[in-house]
């Protein structure tokens, strides 16, 4: 580009500059919003979520592992907790949120039962993860057991000499 008097006037190499930052961005950008799609797709559906956090609480677990042995009643489940059945009857509408119980009528008695879909439904997430460490390990242990190995050949015989 020439200006009155001569001169010369490079080019402009900002809108340039500008614009594969922009394309580079926004394939970044792109990319970084595919791989978060793609790892809400991989994580576990909200059902699973909500199982795992309602027994993050240690009195919940406790709750489901009691409700193993049998069906009871919110009163027989808050018996021995030092907090009021209402704290318990929170306890127990949290795992019934999240699939873990249901509560029945028998006449004026409204028992809490365990559902164990949740468990298989659980049990499958484990095991997929619990699959994939075993083939890892499996994959170290033959890389370690090729290390263990003594090394044979031409190049062993002159490094003995």
Not at 5 to 23: E, K, M, S, T
Not at 86 to 112: M, T
């Amino acid at each position: 580009m020439c200006i009155p008097g001569g001169g010369r006037v490079r080019p402009a190499r900002r809108p340039l500059f500008n614009q594969l930052v922009d394309n580079v961005m926004g394939s970044a950008i792109g990319l970084f919003n595919q791989l978060v799609e793609d790892a809400r797709c991989e994580m576990a559906d909200d059902r699973l979520s909500r199982v795992f956090s309602a027994l993050a609480d240690p009195t919940r677990r406790d709750i489901v592992a009691r409700l193993a042995a049998g069906d009871a009643t919110v009163s027989e489940l808050a018996e021995p907790y030092d907090v009021s059945v209402q704290a318990v009857s929170k306890h127990i509408r949290v795992l019934e949120d999240a699939g873990l119980i249901s509560r029945s009528r028998d006449a004026q008695r409204r028992p809490c039962r365990l559902e164990g879909e949740v468990f298989d439904l659980m049990t499958q997430w484990i095991e997929r993860y619990r699959r994939e460490a075993e083939d890892r390990f499996r994959r170290l242990d033959a890389v370690l057991e090729q290390m263990e190995q003594p090394v044979t050949g031409t190049g062993a015989k002159e490094a003995a000499s």
